[in-house]
């Protein structure tokens, strides 16, 4: 069994400092066996970590549409933000990824895709979220998990780190697997685990955000 971290962002972000380096530091310290990568629309810090990582990578991305955020994993090509819930789910088995929903029943300042939204496209998600370290209240993860198990999918569970020391407080204890098809099978199997972080993690987010855009993201382009 394995830990798997699956909602971590990076530099990439707009909203996030964390450097390469630094997540998979944190992440071996944290003991996770694998981490899907899943910074806001784009996969650039996924596959540029997916090239040098001692810990597996998941390449995803937490993709912006019309009516809220949906995650895709084991994606080979970026998504573009603004598509209907619909079209981005398409795309992401288009390409043989899995549909993820983030934090779906988040109430508090967050692009929790819009319940009717999730409910037209039900047919198309192959996990919900039912443990984010960064909700602030746990209900709502007690909710999505009741969501979950209304429509029979497997629970997904991942910290949603904006900074290093939040990876590792939510994660899925599972088999081990090697592609996309086997996570499926493997997360069915697992467990999920973790731990809420403080609300004040929100203000690193928001302080990364403000350094950015001061600095016109001179300090971070790549």
């Known amino acids: 069994m394995i830990r798997?971290?699956?909602?971590?962002?990076?530099?990439?972000?707009?909203?996030?400092?964390t450097r390469c380096a630094d997540v998979i530091r944190w992440a071996q310290r944290r003991q996770l066996g694998a981490l899907a990568i899943t910074d806001h629309n784009t996969i650039e810090g996924a596959l540029a970590l997916s090239a040098t990582s001692?810990?597996?990578?998941?390449?995803?991305?937490e993709v912006l549409t019309t009516r809220g955020e949906i995650i895709g994993l084991f994606l080979?090509?970026?998504?573009?933000?603004?598509?209907?819930?619909?079209?981005?789910?398409?795309?992401?088995?288009?390409?043989?990824?899995?549909?993820?929903?983030p934090h779906p029943m988040d109430r508090i300042g967050r692009c929790a895709l819009e319940l009717a939204a999730l409910t037209e496209i039900i047919e198309e998600v192959d996990i919900i979220e039912t443990f984010n370290a960064r909700v602030t209240f746990s209900l709502d993860n007690k909710r999505a998990g009741e969501l979950a198990r209304a429509y029979g999918l497997p629970c997904g569970a991942g910290s949603d780190a904006h900074q290093?020391?939040?990876i590792g407080r939510?994660?899925?204890?599972?088999?081990?697997?090697?592609?996309?098809?086997?996570?499926?099978?493997?997360?069915?199997?697992?467990?999920?685990?973790?731990?809420?972080?403080?609300?004040?993690?929100?203000?690193?987010?928001?302080?990364?955000?403000?350094?950015?855009?001061?600095m016109g993201g001179a300090l971070f382009a790549r």
């Open 164 to 166: 290093g020391f939040e």
């Open 76 to 101: 080979r090509e970026e998504i573009p933000a603004q598509l209907s819930p619909s079209e981005t789910a398409r795309i992401i088995h288009q390409q043989g990824g899995l549909v993820y929903i």
């Open 4 to 17: 798997v971290d699956l909602h971590i962002h990076t530099e990439y972000s707009a909203d996030c400092l």
């Open 54 to 61: 001692p810990v597996p990578i998941i390449v995803g991305e």
């Open 170 to 214: 939510a994660y899925v204890e599972m088999p081990t697997f090697i592609d996309a098809r086997g996570f499926l099978e493997s997360i069915r199997r697992g467990k999920v685990r973790g731990h809420l972080s403080s609300p004040l993690v929100h203000v690193g987010s928001t302080y990364a955000r403000f350094a950015k855009g001061l």
